[in-house]
């Protein structure tokens, strides 16, 4: 039997939570969306509502969320000024890691990412083209 992949989102509205819609209906059933960070109430609603996670725990820190669970990958699409503390919450977990851009609006933090990024030891993947998303293929 083929292992189910455990997916973090941090940020689960907007742009993380259809990126993690997406990979789960796209794997279907050797992806799913295990857990997310999201502190704000109404954001995690409407996530709900839209995306249908039905399984997934919440947590209100990424320290949290990885203390608590098995994940095999994160995707971080909170908002740009916490990417930083987000990755350094995750620290040496080493596993993969799609990180939303923009990285910061900092060029100081910017570079930190980058540092962070370097000396990480699994793959760190920024989200930043969306010209292959299919529904812009589509539309284009």
């Not at 995306?51 to 990424?62: A, G, Q, S, W």
Request: proline letters at 5%.
């Amino acid at each position: 039997m083929e292992k189910v992949l455990n997916i973090g989102i941090v940020g689960c509205y907007s742009r993380p939570g259809a990126v993690a819609n997406v990979m789960r209906l796209r794997c279907a059933g050797k992806a799913r969306i295990a857990a997310c960070v999201e502190p704000i109430d109404a954001s995690y609603e409407k996530a709900q509502k839209l995306y249908d996670f039905k399984d997934m725990n919440r947590y209100l820190t990424v320290e949290d969320m990885i203390a608590n669970e098995q994940l095999d990958g994160i995707i971080i699409g909170s908002p740009n000024a916490f990417h930083l503390q987000n990755l350094r919450s995750i620290g040496d977990l080493n596993i993969p890691i799609l990180l939303e851009k923009p990285l910061d609006a900092n060029w100081e933090n910017i570079c930190d990412v980058m540092r962070f990024c370097r000396n990480y030891k699994a793959p760190v993947l920024v989200g930043h083209c969306m010209r292959f998303a299919p529904i812009l293929v589509k539309a284009k």
